[in-house]
C-alpha cells in the first residue's frame, strides 16, 4: 500500500531536496538584501568590506547530526562521522585543522604532517597527524578510542597520555585512565559490530554495553566470528550466537 | 541564526518525507511542496529551540495541512486518523520506496510507473516504448522485487563455528 502510494504520485526529478533548497537560498536570500538595503546609499565598497570583516568573524562553520548517525568531510579531507546530537565546529578559512566538538564523533584525519589536527572538547585536547579514531564526550568524562595510527591527547590541566591503535582511555577527573579495549569501540558510527574470532565473553560485553542491557556471560572459551548490523535488535543478535555456538544465552 | 549547513541538512533528510507527508492530507505534490518549503522558511525565520527539529516540523506541516482542508470545507481523510509517529514512519519508508524507485534503471522505472501509476497494459506499454510484452513483464517483475527486497532491513551474517 506504502508502494502504491508513492506509485501513485510519482513523477521522476520531483522531491528533489537540492531544487527545494536552492528556492530557500533564493527566498531568504532576498531577505538579506532587504536587510541590506538601508545601506545601499553607502559606498559598494564599503558594503563589500563591511560584508567580508562580517563573513571572517562568523567563519565558524557547525556541523551537527540531528536525528541519524551522519558523515562529513572537512575542508583538509578529513572525515568527521557524527552520532545523533553531535557537532562539531571549524574555522574553515582561519584554522582548518582545529575543531572543537562535543557529544560522540569519530574522525578518520587526512594526512599532513606540516600540520597538526587538533580537536577540542570542552575537557580536553587531542592532537594527531594522520589517524582514526572517536571520541565520546558527556558531562564529566571523555573517552578516546583510536582505531588506526596514535593520538596525543590532553587533560584541560595538562595531564596527558600517548594512544596508539586498538588502545582506549577514559579521562574523569583531569586523569587517564586506559579502558580495555572492546572489539568494535565505532560500531555506532559503522553501523556493524564485526568480531574475527573474538572470545564470546568480550563480545557479550561488547553488545551489553551498547544496548545497555545486561547479558550473563557463559563459563565458556568458545570463540565468535560473525558480522551483525547495529540495526538489529538484541534479541535477534543473542538468538543467532546462540545458535551458531550452541551456547544458553538467557 | 541557524546556520545555512543546518537548514541544508534538515532539507535532504526531511524535504522528501514531509513532502510525502504533506500529500496524504492535500493529495497535491505542487501544493505539498510549496507547504513544506513555507514551514521550512518559517522555521528558519523562527529559528525555534525545539529538542526535536524533526518533530517540530511534521507537526508544523500537519497543523498547516489541516488549515488549508478546513479552509476550504474538506474533511481530513479518515486514513489520516492514525497515531502521529506511525504517520511519520510510514512517510519515511514512502521517502526511501520513492528514492528507490528515482534509482532503477530508466526502462525499468518507466515499465513500472506506466503501469501502476498510468495503469497501461503490458500490450501498450510495449507499443510506447517499442519492446516486447515479455521484456515489459520482467522490467516490472524486477522493479518490483528489488522494491520490496529492500524494504527488508538488510544485515550480513557470517557464522562460523569453534
Known amino acids: 500500500m506504502t508502494l502504491q502510494f508513492v506509485l501513485n504520485h510519482f513523477v521522476y526529478g520531483r522531491l528533489d531536496y537540492r531544487q527545494a533548497f536552492k528556492g530557500f537560498l533564493k527566498a531568504t536570500g532576498l531577505k538579506r538584501k532587504i536587510n541590506w538595503y538601508p545601506y545601499a546609499s553607502a559606498a559598494a565598497a564599503i558594503l563589500i568590506v563591511v560584508f ?66 587538533v580537536v577540542t572538547s570542552p575537557q580536553s585536547r587531542i592532537e594527531v597527524l594522520g589517524t582514526v579514531f572517536s571520541i565520546t564526550e558527556s558531562d564529566k568524562i571523555t573517552r578516546v578510542d583510536v582505531t588506526e595510527g596514535h593520538v596525543m591527547a590532553s587533560a584541560l590541566n595538562g595531564n596527558s597520555t600517548e594512544l596508539h591503535a586498538g588502545e582506549s582511555a577514559l579521562l574523569s577527573d583531569g586523569f587517564w585512565s586506559p579502558l580495555t579495549p572492546s572489539p568494535n569501540p565505532t560500531a555506532w558510527a559503522t553501523g556493524s559490530f564485526v568480531y574475527d574470532a573474538v572470545p564470546l565473553a568480550d563480545v557479550l560485553n561488547e553488545l551489553s554495553a551498547y544496548y545497555g542491557k545486561d547479558i550473563i556471560v557463559p563459563d565458556t572459551d568458545k570463540r565468535l566470528t560473525a558480522e551483525f548490523s547495529t540495526d538489529m535488535p538484541l534479541d535477534e543478535i543473542l538468538g543467532f550466537i546462540s545458535l551458531a555456538l550452541n551456547v544458553d544465552l538467557k | 541564526m541557524l546556520s545555512v549547513n543546518h537548514i541544508e541538512n534538515l532539507y535532504r533528510l526531511l524535504f522528501r518525507p514531509l513532502c510525502l507527508y504533506a500529500i496524504h492530507f492535500l493529495e497535491d505534490m505542487d501544493e505539498a511542496e510549496d507547504l513544506v518549503q513555507e514551514c521550512l522558511i518559517a ?97 516490472i517483475n524486477r522493479a518490483l522485487s528489488s522494491l520490496r527486497g529492500g524494504s527488508d532491513k538488510s544485515f550480513n551474517l557470517v557464522l562460523s563455528f569453534f
Open chain 2, 43 to 139: 522555521y528558519w525565520e523562527k529559528a525555534p529551540e525545539v529538542s526535536s527539529a524533526k518533530s517540530y516540523l511534521y507537526s508544523m506541516v500537519r497543523n498547516r495541512c489541516v488549515d488549508i482542508l478546513r479552509k476550504n470545507s474538506v474533511s481530513v481523510p479518515l486514513q489520516e486518523d492514525i497515531p502521529e509517529q506511525e504517520a511519520i514512519d510510514r512517510s519515511e519508508e514512502e521517502a526511501r520506496l520513492w528514492t528507490a524507485v528515482e534509482r532503477l534503471p530508466e526502462q525499468r522505472r518507466k515499465c513500472l510507473i506506466m503501469a501502476k501509476r498510468d495503469g497501461l497494459s503490458y500490450k501498450e506499454i510495449a507499443e510506447q516504448l517499442g519492446i516486447s510484452e515479455h521484456t515489459v513483464r520482467n522490467h
Open chain 1, 52 to 117: 567580508l570583516l562580517c563573513h571572517n568573524h562568523n567563519s565558524w562553520k557547525e556541523y551537527t547530526a540531528y536525528d541519524i548517525t551522519q558523515t562529513f568531510t572537512l575542508a583538509d579531507g578529513t572525515q568527521v562521522t557524527l552520532a545523533p546530537g553531535a557537532t562539531v565546529s571549524v574555522q574553515e578559512h582561519r584554522n582548518p585543522r582545529h575543531v572543537s566538538m562535543s557529544g560522540q564523533a569519530l574522525f578518520t584525519v587526512a594526512k599532513d604532517p606540516e600540520h597538526p589536527f
